[in-house]
């Protein structure tokens, strides 16, 4: 009898070892082919995709939305307000002296460093680039209610930024309009309470 039981304990161990062996190899299969497949994603220009697919969405609201306001003001007898600055793009034969940023600002400047607008963080930069915003250019001619999406759509560690004066910001940087845009960095600073 212990014959027996000791040959039917040896069998159950096999078994045991032989499963457990099979299952690994299948689980490491597995996760190699998951591993494949998601490097071979790429999410980046997805959602870039993605978001530009919005940005298209939101365009012809946006001139509706104007529109309207526009007959309304015409309907209340009250002028429109005028429309923004055109967004001039910089002189691209002459870079900004950026020397001269450094002399105004009292830092260290890179040029189309997007981390020198306040609220602008080397994470938000990162998202940025993501969306496509390379340079101060870039960022002046993006609409802020893209950049707000950018950043709801991160996460809500970036959802309490304000990014509703980069693109002026980004404008007086790529214009090279330094104390402009010191100016308003210290009157944003102020009315944040800093």
Same mark, same amino acid.
């Given at each position: 009898?212990?014959?027996? +039981? ?7 161990? /096999?078994?045991l070892v032989l499963g457990i062996v099979i299952g690994w190899l299948i689980r490491s299969v597995t996760a190699r082919r998951q591993v ?9 220009a997805v959602e870039l995709e993605r978001l530009r697919g919005r940005i298209a969405n939101l365009e012809p609201v946006v001139a509706e ?32 002296? !950026? ?6 600002? @009292? ?11 306040? @609220?602008?963080?080397? /994470? %938000? ?7 496509? %915003?390379?340079?101060? =250019? ?6 802020? $209610? ?5 950043? !709801?759509?991160?996460?809500?560690? =970036? $959802?309490?930024?304000?990014? &509703? ?18 100016? +308003? $960095?210290?009157?944003? &600073?102020?009315?944040? @309470?800093?």
């Open positions: 009898m212990p014959y027996t +039981l000791m040959k039917g304990l040896g069998w159950f161990l /096999a078994a494949a497949k998601a490097r071979a994603q790429q999410v980046d939305r104007d529109q309207l306001r526009a007959e309304l003001d015409a309907g209340r007898g009250t002028a429109p307000p005028a429309p923004p600055d055109p967004v001039r793009a910089p002189d691209v034969s002459a870079a900004p002296d !950026v020397s001269a940023a450094s002399a105004v600002l @009292g830092r260290p400047v890179v040029q189309d460093d997007l981390t020198v607008i306040p @609220g602008i963080s080397p /994470a %938000v930069e990162e998202l940025c680039h993501g969306i496509g %915003v390379r340079t101060w =250019f870039d960022l002046s001619t993006t609409e802020a $209610s893209l950049l707000r999406t950018m950043l !709801v759509d991160a996460g809500p560690r =970036f $959802s309490t930024l304000d990014p &509703a004066v980069w693109p002026e910001m980004a404008r007086l940087l790529a214009g090279a309009e330094w104390q402009q845009f010191k100016d +308003l $960095s210290q009157a944003g &600073a102020e009315s944040n @309470g800093r």
